[in-house]
């Protein structure tokens, strides 16, 4: 168990909807990143927030948008689902001091299906 | 672009012998590298980590290697087990103001009786 909460774990919806992914970081982690995995893909990183504020960003869509609250977790907010929206998409958190790197723990993924 | 890469996208070995998976990265800035393992259905977990001021680090049956000069990583199994089957990932850091990791597209090891 990595300490990183994600729910919910499967979700399935349909075209042109909007979802809402949650995470809950390890305790005293101040980083929160998103990364999506489609089937057999790697994970491509989309965003990281840093105690509530955006720290980094990639790939990630217009219609993806996420924020980290001050309680710290975190939201992965996804509208206009699209059928290319399927994926895992992981949570993970790390300590995120400035310039210190390390591991990041990831939570189990929340699997999406759009139909 | 920013790439980390794996030569072959999957490996089978036989249970008991040595595994070696690799990765080659295409940013000579980054400075911090980490294997992960992600198993069908679950999160991905740290295997073993290095940083650019070493070139080989040693875990529980497991030896990451790093050759900064060719941008090369690779990642030993020793005596490798049914239960090491699994997509393994590296990924490298660049450093600065942020400490997000950019992931190859992984390599799935099979192991085999």
């Known amino acids: 168990d990595s300490g990183v909460t994600q729910t919910p774990k499967h979700l399935i919806t349909a075209t042109g909807q909007r979802v809402t992914l949650r995470c809950s970081p390890r305790s005293g982690d101040l980083s929160v990143y998103w990364y999506q995995q489609s089937l057999d893909q790697g994970l491509q990183f989309l965003i990281q927030y840093y105690n509530g504020e955006e720290r980094a960003k990639g790939n990630i869509l217009e219609r993806f948008s996420a924020q980290q609250f001050p309680d710290l977790h975190s939201e992965l907010n996804l509208s206009s689902l699209e059928l290319g929206d399927s994926a895992l998409y992981f949570c993970?958190?790390?300590?995120?001091?400035?310039?210190?790197?390390?591991?990041?723990?990831f939570g189990e993924g929340s699997r999406l299906t759009v139909l | 672009g920013e790439s980390v890469g794996l030569h072959l996208p999957t490996l089978s070995v036989q249970e008991g012998d040595n595994s070696i998976i690799n990765c080659a990265y295409s940013n000579s800035a980054s400075d911090y590298f980490i294997w992960y393992k992600q198993e069908s259905g679950k999160g991905p977990q740290f295997i073993i980590d290095?940083?650019?001021?070493?070139d080989k680090r040693q875990g529980q049956r497991v030896t990451v290697l790093l050759n900064k000069t060719v941008k090369h990583l690779s990642l030993q199994i020793a005596a490798t087990q049914p239960g090491d089957s699994a997509v393994y990932f590296c990924?490298?850091?660049?450093?600065?103001?942020?400490?997000?990791?950019?992931f190859g597209t992984g390599t799935r090891l099979q192991v085999f009786p």
């Open positions: 993970a958190s790390s300590v995120g001091r400035r310039g210190a790197t390390g591991e990041l723990f």
């Open positions: 290095i940083r650019s001021n070493m």
């Open positions: 990924a490298e850091n660049k450093g600065g103001n942020t400490d997000k990791l950019i």
